[in-house]
């Protein structure tokens, strides 16, 4: 199989760290990358992990372990406009699935 | 650049009607993909196309049909349109193989509403 599992819901406050996991199934798996929409709009790349350990952009950071068919999303100072919806996907033959996708809320 | 257009925007069908639609980039992308998303189901891969000429089945293929007959341009078409349809659409595209860090570019989406 194919697929991805993420939690539904994450709720931080401003100024925190906040992690969201994703695990997978390891069927033709190349790497595991992370996307943001707002509000229903056009889901946007984030960062992408093909090989073990921690890739950083700025605030965000992600993480991937092969062995453990698991990697996470870390958001540090969170930002009110952090608050997002946030995918994992991952890729193998040309496909990319994503997860069912984490609504987070960040609260003042 | 424009990036990914995708028309028309907004639409309602009745059940049974068909529809094609339209996805267009140009970056020179050789993969292109649609997906549909409802609420509290993520992305689903309906069918994508890793080159002009060639498509595929994704995960929820049924009732929908594609073409891909120039490189720029990726067709969704329903034949006969279901309730069930009702959903916004996302194309995307992207440059190489998922190897490589080769980012998926989504276009604004269609929201489609089959009475």
């Known amino acids: 199989g194919q697929s991805l599992e993420q939690p539904s819901e994450v709720t931080a406050v401003e100024g925190a760290i906040v992690q969201i996991n994703c695990t997978y199934q390891?069927?033709?798996?190349?790497?595991l990358s992370w996307y943001q929409q707002h509000d229903g709009g056009a889901p946007t790349f984030l960062s992408y992990?093909?090989?073990?350990g921690l890739e950083e952009t700025g605030r965000f950071s992600s993480f991937l372990s092969r062995s453990d068919s698991y990697g996470y999303l870390l958001l540090q100072e969170l930002q009110m406009k952090d608050s997002a919806s946030y995918f994992c996907?991952?890729?193998?033959?040309?496909?990319?699935?994503f997860g069912q996708g984490t609504e987070l809320s960040v609260k003042p | 650049n424009a990036g990914v257009t995708q028309t028309p925007k907004f639409r309602v069908l009745k059940t049974g009607q068909s529809m094609t639609l339209l996805c267009a980039q140009d970056?020179?992308?050789?993969?292109m993909y649609w997906y549909r998303q409802d609420p509290g189901m993520g992305l689903r891969l309906i069918h994508y196309?890793?080159?002009?000429?060639?498509?595929a089945k994704g995960e929820v293929p049924d009732g929908y049909n594609v073409s891909r007959l120039k490189k720029q341009n990726f067709l969704l078409g329903l034949e006969s349109a279901a309730p069930s349809q009702t959903s916004v659409y996302f194309c995307?595209?992207?440059?190489?193989?998922?190897?490589?860090?080769?980012?998926?570019?989504f276009g604004n989406g269609t929201r489609l509403t089959v009475t």
């Open positions: 970056m020179n992308h050789e993969y």
């Open positions: 196309s890793v080159g002009e000429g060639t498509t």
């Open positions: 995307a595209s992207r440059s190489t193989d998922f190897k490589k860090n080769s980012p998926l570019h």
């Open positions: 996907a991952r890729g193998g033959g040309g496909k990319l699935i």
């Open positions: 992990n093909a090989l073990d």
């Open positions: 390891t069927s033709g798996f190349y790497g």
